[in-house]
């Protein structure tokens, strides 16, 4: 038998957006977050560096410097009239946060201390200023700590080791999702007004990738099967500095602390391309010089990577040699980025203090997602039309706030910042509006059945074949570097992959915690988001931010300054739809 | 390299009580035990049942005892415990009710979590100016070490009081107790030692060492109990 619940207000995960959410509905309606593993084991747990908001704690700052840096990063496809609402309300975010007991580093005189990132700038001076608040390098993991803590003070109602599998909309309606219960295999059907979606990136389509096992794209592939579209998917962030081959991320706090990439000359590169900001240009950027340095023989021992140097003496000789009168040492490394020099000496076997660390771009995060305004609201078409009682935020989500590219530190504050206005516009929405009657026996069966038919079927693929070869084929031809011919090829080989997942064959028959099932069952999600990707691409035949075409080098804003939506109802269709800009118009993007 | 995995294996659909397999792996030495594990799931065995996220030692999913000793599989590298032809032992952590394979009932763990008042608290008016608390840097640094708590269960689950009596709260939720009592900006320090003071609290910790040796973030747990407990004797926070 089927179990059914009834809240007003549902989120659908517990990482940073996901909690902010619940903590601002559950202050005015009976609310429930649903996660598929506990909520501290979310992947904004991982999150190193920063979130960024012009406190200007440390030097001169302003909101609109952020606004305009945020757009700038974005390669102007960010919605800026979304931009300005969250570089404003970032400020009040950090503070928030501050307030519900976060440990940030501290300047001498006890406010909330700051460092620099990537693309983030003095606009008089084009010179990086200090906005990214941190603690330590783990800002990300004492973010969901803080939220998950006031979440319990609270009494916010979880169900834990819930996956969910299927949303239910009905008229252009969403009256809640269907979910399997990991420990007994049971589905529940969740009944609600209001459902926030907050289920984070789907960076697993990529081998190598920062992205956590459980970034999967479920929800994402869900509201697709059911007819919605998702929003500029071509876009996904390949970050300049994971760790050579196994993709494990760097923070970029690294180089806000001074890093530089080196090449087998032992040449601080980026100078070369981008004279200001060098090593702190914006990731796109960075890891486009990092496979050209590559390309042209110039890897370290003429292979597929170069170095992050991060040696104390060698830091100092970069600040010396830009004029800048910093000077640091190993125990100041270490206090500022004890994880990512843990992650070098544990998984590469290097000390950075002492050694440069091998890197190479890893799939990070994705800019595309579900399209919503700005107050969190999912979108069902081109025209703004809106799905009545569906909502989404976080990195699922697509605003747009990040355009084509995101600067460093600016998911965090997209977390919490329209976190919670998805959270109030929930509370608000549920106060004047009525349950909608759903079928609840039906909505259970076809979630069953869903599961059913990969428990039950009888072919002769292995799962991690097909995700294997998914995997490869993204890696190398939806990367980085994408041209036509290789794209259609990805698209090929993705609905071969398609046609081999239905004869998929599981070893698990059973329901208890049968982790064969949901990661096949995942594997579905992501075959079915590589392929609109890979379609999204295609079809842009420009390259800006994170999509990059060597057979169309340029940024054409007569044709593409507009966001695509694509929707898969048996065949693919994509449309566009135009990017607002108000205050800043588009230039040339130079660093 | 060659290893054999030697993992204990629990089905609770079709078990009556658990048993070990073993399974022979080709990895490279710099591969984490995660990854073998990942290999005899995705090659061999689908049925093997465990958790896993981050996979690089944050998110406190796969906690297990390997060889014998808590560790998380995704920060432990084969090469670190085993040479070619070796065989390393999996299996559940100990303390908390097995579920299936290498997957234990973590909900015992955090009803311990939550007893110890796990948030800020600070009644005062926030700053008339609208802007943060402050906080010195020293102050700041003196409970940098238990923020870093991923809340994975490696400590806990290998403390002999735990396992002698599942009522003890645990070195993680000291840990966490810990965090707060030494945030000069917490004002509830009292009534979680009052908690910890009781009789399944901070006491049955007999400095086994077990929980410092066993935490994959390196927190003197030990001593972080250590300072708790001259709190309470003393009535002085510091
Ligand atoms: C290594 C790393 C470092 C980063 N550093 C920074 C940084 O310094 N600054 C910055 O701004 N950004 C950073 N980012 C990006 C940022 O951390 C993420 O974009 C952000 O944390 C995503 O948060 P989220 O709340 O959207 O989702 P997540 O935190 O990923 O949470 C997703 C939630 O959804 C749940 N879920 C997923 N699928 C289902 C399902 N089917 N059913 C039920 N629940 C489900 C999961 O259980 C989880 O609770 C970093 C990212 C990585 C990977
Ligand atoms: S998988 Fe996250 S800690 Fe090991």
């Avoid at chain 1, 982790?515 to 992501?526: S, V």
């Amino acid at each position: 038998m089927p179990q059914y619940h009834q809240f007003d207000a549902l989120v659908v995960g517990a990482g940073g957006a996901g909690l902010m959410a619940a903590l601002y509905a559950s202050k005015g309606v009976n609310t429930a977050v649903i996660s598929k593993l506990y909520p501290t084991r979310s992947h904004t747990g991982t999150a190193q560096g920063g979130i960024s908001a012009a406190l200007g704690n440390l030097e001169e700052d302003k909101w609109e410097w952020h606004a305009y840096d945020t757009i700038k990063g974005g390669d102007f496809l960010c919605d800026q009239d979304a931009v300005d609402i969250m570089c404003r309300e970032a400020i009040d975010a950090v503070i928030d946060l501050e307030h519900m007991g976060l440990p940030f580093d501290r300047t001498p005189d006890g406010k909330i201390s700051q460092r620099r990132f990537g693309g983030h700038t003095n606009n008089e001076t084009k010179k990086p200023v200090m906005r990214a608040c941190h603690a330590a390098d783990r800002t990300g993991h004492m973010i969901l700590q803080t939220l998950y803590q006031n979440c319990i003070k609270n009494n916010v109602k979880f169900f834990d080791e819930f996956q969910v599998i299927d949303v239910l909309i009905e008229d252009g309606k969403c009256n809640g999702v269907v979910a399997v219960q990991l420990a007994t295999g049971e589905i529940h059907v969740f009944h609600s007004k209001a459902t926030l979606i907050a289920t984070g990136g789907f960076g697993k389509m990529w081998k190598v990738t920062s992205n956590a096992h459980s970034l999967t794209g479920d929800l994402p592939a869900a509201v697709l099967r059911r007819g919605l579209p998702l929003e500029d998917m071509e876009f996904f962030q390949f970050h300049p500095t994971g760790v050579y081959k196994l993709g494990i991320l760097l923070s970029e706090a690294a180089r806000g602390e001074g890093a530089v990439f080196i090449n087998d000359k032992g040449e601080r590169f980026m100078e070369r391309y981008m004279p200001t900001l060098k090593d702190l240009a914006p990731r796109d950027i960075c890891s486009r010089c990092i496979y050209t340095e590559i390309r042209e023989g110039r890897g370290i021992g003429g292979k597929d990577y170069v170095y992050l140097d991060f040696r104390p003496e060698q830091i100092n000789k970069y600040f010396e040699a830009d004029g800048n009168p910093k000077r640091i040492d190993a125990h100041y490394l270490e206090t500022r980025l004890p994880d990512i020099i843990e992650f070098a000496r544990v998984y590469q076997g290097i000390d950075p203090i002492k050694e440069p660390v091998p890197i190479q771009p890893t799939a990070h995060y994705a800019m595309g997602g579900i399209p919503t305004d700005n107050d969190a609201r999912v979108l069902a078409d081109e025209t703004g039309r809106i799905v009545e009682g569906l909502y989404a935020a976080g990195e699922v989500a697509c605003v747009s706030v990040h355009g084509a590219n995101r600067l460093g530190t600016n998911s965090l504050v997209d977390l919490v910042v329209f976190g919670k206005r998805g959270g109030i516009a929930m509370a608000e929405y549920c106060k004047q509006a009525s349950f909608r009657p759903i079928h609840r026996d039906a909505a259970a069966k076809a979630g069953a059945a869903q599961l059913d038919r990969i428990r039950n079927n009888n072919g002769n693929e292995r799962p991690h074949a097909i995700r294997k070869e998914m995997q490869a084929v993204m890696d190398e031809k939806v990367g980085v570097y994408r041209t036509g011919a290789g794209l259609e090829e990805a698209i090929d080989k993705i609905h071969e992959l398609q046609a081999r997942y239905k004869r998929i064959r599981i070893d698990d028959k059973g329901f208890k915690w049968n982790t064969d099932l949901m990661e096949a069952w995942e594997l579905g999600a992501l075959l079915d988001l590589a392929e609109v990707t890979a379609f999204a691409a295609l079809a842009r035949t420009e390259s800006r931010g994170g999509h990059y075409r060597e057979d169309y080098p340029n940024r054409d804003d007569v044709n593409f300054l507009k966001h695509s939506m694509v929707w898969k109802n048996g065949t693919i269709t994509l449309k566009y739809k135009p990017v607002r800009i108000t205050r800043i118009p588009p230039q040339e993007r130079k660093y | 390299m060659k290893i054999n995995l030697k993992i204990k294996r629990f089905n609770p659909e079709t078990d009556k009580k658990p048993h070990w397999e073993t399974y022979a792996v080709e990895v490279e030495p710099t591969d984490r035990v995660l990854d073998a594990l990942h290999d005899v799931k995705w090659n061999q065995d689908g049925t093997l049942a465990l958790r896993r996220s981050c996979a690089h030692g944050v998110c406190g999913s796969d906690a297990m005892r390997i060889n014998g000793r808590n560790m998380l599989a995704c920060k432990v590298l084969i090469q670190n415990i085993a040479k070619d032809g070796d065989t390393i032992t999996v299996e559940p952590i100990l303390g908390l009710p097995v579920v299936k394979d290498l997957i234990v009932d973590m909900e015992p763990f955090f009803a311990h979590y939550r007893a110890v008042m796990p948030y800020l608290v600070n009644n005062d008016p926030l700053p008339a100016n609208g802007r943060e608390r402050l906080q010195s840097p020293a102050d700041r640094e003196r409970y940098d070490d238990t923020t870093k708590c991923i809340l994975c269960a490696a400590c806990t689950t290998s403390c002999p009081s735990f396992w002698a009596r599942g009522e003890y709260v645990g070195p993680a939720a000291i840990v966490q107790a810990h965090r707060f009592i030494f945030d000069s900006r917490d004002q509830a320090a009292q009534q979680r030692l009052e908690i910890l003071s009781a009789q399944d609290g901070v006491w049955r910790c007999r400095t086994a060492f077990n929980c410092t040796e066993a935490c994959p973030r390196g927190i003197q747990v030990t001593k972080a109990i250590g300072e708790v407990k001259e709190a309470l004797r003393t009535g002085v926070i510091r």
